[in-house]
T-cell receptor, first 116, second 109 residues
Framework: NAGVMQNPRHLVRRRGQEARLRCSPV?????VYWYRQLPEEGLKFMVY????????ESGMPKERFSAEFPKEGPSILRIQQVVRGDSAAYFC??????????????FGPGTRLTVL | QKEVEQDPGPLSVPEGAIVSLNCTYS??????FMWYRQYSRKGPELLMY????GNKEDGRFTAQVDKSSKYISLFIRDSQPSDSATYLC?????????FGAGTRLTVKP
């Protein structure tokens, strides 16, 4: 069984470019979560999606950031016009059910974004 | 005030020591309490979870939850160098999960 897969593992962008991060959840998982991790700041929740629906995007900046989880294919986190402050590790997690009852979130290895 | 507070450390202990890691929280809706371990350059992996108040033991690891005080702990007995990692507490309630900042632990041989 493949775990959560994220690609690319490392991404370098210049200021103003677009960054596109991909996440393939564990097979059979229909809930996807994106987190951002900065040094010494732990994991910060960004967005929670089910297939074709955004359930909670309260942690995602209103501008330049968007996320989708289409019916087919991976979940995508898109950052437009990147700035240096976007440099961080972005983790995706998936679960079988939503988080209002315990269900384990399985994390991917992360994408480390560096903005030059 | 952050929803979840966790001392980032770093914490350095000798091999064999008992380690105590703690988090406090403010949201009384949290019902599930987790501890994740994250090795350098890796994604977090679930170590233990507890529902509501109480203790849970798994080998050298013990998780405690005190909902009345909004305080959770992870104890590691007979710590090993392989326990060196960042430990993140996490909590979930209604449709969300929130993480602490993580405590970086180093166990020296």
């Amino acid at each position: 069984n493949a775990g959560v897969m994220q690609n690319p593992r490392h991404l370098v962008r210049r200021r103003g470019q677009e960054a596109r991060l991909r996440c393939s959840p564990v097979k059979g998982h229909s809930h996807v979560y994106w987190y951002r991790q900065l040094p010494e700041e732990g994991l910060k929740f960004m967005v929670y999606l089910q297939k074709e629906n955004i359930i909670d995007e309260s942690g995602m900046p209103k501008e330049r950031f968007s996320a989708e989880f289409p019916k087919e294919g991976p979940s995508i986190l898109r950052i437009q016009q990147v700035v240096r402050g976007d440099s961080a590790a972005y983790f995706c997690a998936s679960s079988r059910r939503q988080a209002n009852s315990y269900n384990e979130q399985f994390f991917g290895p992360g994408t480390r974004l560096t903005v030059l | 005030q952050k929803e979840v507070e966790q001392d980032p450390g770093p914490l350095s202990v000798p091999e064999g020591a008992i380690v105590s890691l703690n988090c406090t929280y403010s949201n009384s809706a949290f019902q599930y309490f987790m501890w994740y371990r994250q090795y350098s350059r890796k994604g977090p992996e679930l170590l233990m979870y507890t529902y509501s108040s109480g203790n849970k033991e798994d080998g050298r690891f013990t998780a405690q939850v005190d909902k009345s005080s909004k305080y959770i702990s992870l104890f590691i007995r007979d710590s090993q160098p392989s326990d060196s990692a960042t430990y993140l507490c996490a909590m979930s309630g209604n449709n969300d999960m929130r993480f602490g900042a993580g405590t970086r632990l180093t166990v020296k041989p």
